[in-house]
């Protein structure tokens, strides 16, 4: 079992930045990648961004190049998202997840099915 907890998410004017965390626990060890997701109401969850455990190897969704940076911390097990330019389209419910399984290719770090376990959520507003 992994457990994950979320924080950073707030209300912030466009243009600005926010920093999100998301903090591993449990079976640790055994995670070899992990990402974040987001959702808006009435909108299926979609892909923002994912970093390999071992490599450190980045993948982002192209509504977020240039503007995201997804990093992690091993000795912390923790994997943080780095959001500048905001705009108002990226409000959303930001989940960050886990992948447990090895797994090689774009595909395993974009598509939900490929990951384990989830957090809660931490809510992210961009004002206009």
């Known amino acids: 079992q992994v457990q994950l907890a979320e924080s950073g998410g707030g209300l912030v004017q466009a243009g600005g930045s926010l920093r999100l965390s998301c903090a591993a626990s449990g079976r640790t060890f055994s995670i070899d990648a992990m990402g974040w997701f987001r959702q808006v109401p009435g909108k299926e969850r979609e892909f923002v961004a994912a970093?390999?455990?071992?490599?450190?190897?980045?993948y982002y969704a192209d509504s977020v190049k240039g503007r995201f940076t997804i990093s992690r911390d091993n000795a912390k097990i923790t994997v943080y998202l780095q959001m500048n330019s905001l705009k108002p389209e990226d409000t959303a419910v930001y989940y960050c997840?886990?992948?447990?399984?090895?797994?090689?290719?774009?595909?395993?770090?974009?598509?939900?099915?490929?990951?384990?376990?989830w957090g809660q959520g931490t809510q992210v507003t961009v004002s206009s």
């Open positions: 997840a886990v992948r447990l399984d090895y797994c090689i290719g774009y595909g395993c770090y974009i598509r939900e099915y490929h990951y384990d376990y």
């Open positions: 970093i390999s455990r071992s490599s450190g190897s980045t």
